[in-house]
Nanobody
Framework: QLQLVESGGGFVHYGGSLRLSCTAS????????IGWFRQPPGKGREGVSC????????RRIDSVLGRFFISRDDKQNTIFLQMNDLKPEDAGVYYC????????????????WGQGIQVTVSS
């Protein structure tokens, strides 16, 4: 089965940090572009950051610039999102996603999706 599973979410206070992980099974991530998305309560899903195969291109939305960092470990078939200086606006359900073709996009046009993991930031 082709599956992505997120881990590392939870509750933090304003200014705290979390490191999200996403592990794939059933396929090798080395040939895929990876994206992290989030969905705040009552809002739509938005792209946060993406990383192309071989890590040759990375992108992120302006609101997380300098705070969130995406990386990949293809040997472990895992993608990471290091989140620092978290703000209440960052709270929501975070999803990892993968796609075989295409550029590093922050639109939800990906082939495989995880179930999502909750990130809560107190204010």
């Amino acid at each position: 089965q082709l599956q992505l599973v997120e881990s590392g979410g939870g509750f933090v206070h304003y200014g705290g940090s979390l490191r999200l992980s996403c592990t794939a099974s059933g396929f090798n991530l080395e040939n895929y572009t990876i994206g992290w998305f989030r969905q705040p309560p009552g809002k739509g899903r938005e792209g946060v950051s993406c990383i192309k195969r071989n890590a040759e291109v990375t992108r992120r939305i302006d609101s997380v610039l300098g705070r969130f960092f995406i990386s990949r470990d293809d040997k472990q078939n895992t993608i990471f999102l290091q989140m620092n200086d978290l703000k209440p606006e960052d709270a929501g359900v975070y999803y990892c996603a993968a796609r075989r073709l295409g550029l590093c996009h922050l639109t939800p046009t990906y082939d495989y999706w995880g179930q999502g993991i909750q990130v809560t930031v107190s204010s």
